[in-house]
Nanobody
Framework: VQLVVESGGGLVQAGGSLRLSCAAS????????MGWYRQAPGKQRELVAGITGGGTSNYADSVKGRFTISRDNNKNTVYLQMNSLKPEDTAAYYCYVDLFGTNHWGQGTQVTVSS
């Protein structure tokens, strides 16, 4: 049973915006740390942004000032607003929830940024 499910990926031109959503299957999960990783072809999976249950966030240097992570615990959902997208942001984006030190992953959603 997947604990989180992503949506919102797609194709966008450079400079455009997308918003990814990650829905948690149980309300208790939404108070745990959650976030987003991404993996481009031939590259390792890298952290994009994370957010604690209390709303404290952190970002990869490459996305600071362009991406914003937020959460709505009433909707059990975490969002990743991505602005000023670049071709190098092209990757599969994976949501995770941290349960007692173990990350549980969604199936991923593809983001493709054309130049």
């Amino acid at each position: 049973v997947q604990l989180v499910v992503e949506s919102g990926g797609g194709l966008v031109q450079a400079g455009g915006s997308l918003r990814l959503s990650c829905a948690a299957s149980r309300s208790i999960i939404s108070i745990n740390p959650m976030g987003w990783y991404r993996q481009a072809p031939g590259k390792q999976r890298e952290l994009v942004a994370g957010i604690t249950g209390g709303g404290t966030s952190n970002y990869a240097d490459s996305v600071k000032g362009r991406f914003t992570i937020s959460r709505d615990n009433n909707k059990n959902t975490v969002y990743l607003q991505m602005n000023s997208l670049k071709p190098e942001d092209t990757a599969a984006y994976y949501c995770y929830v941290d349960l007692f030190g173990t990350n549980h992953w969604g199936q991923g959603t593809q983001v493709t940024v054309s130049s």
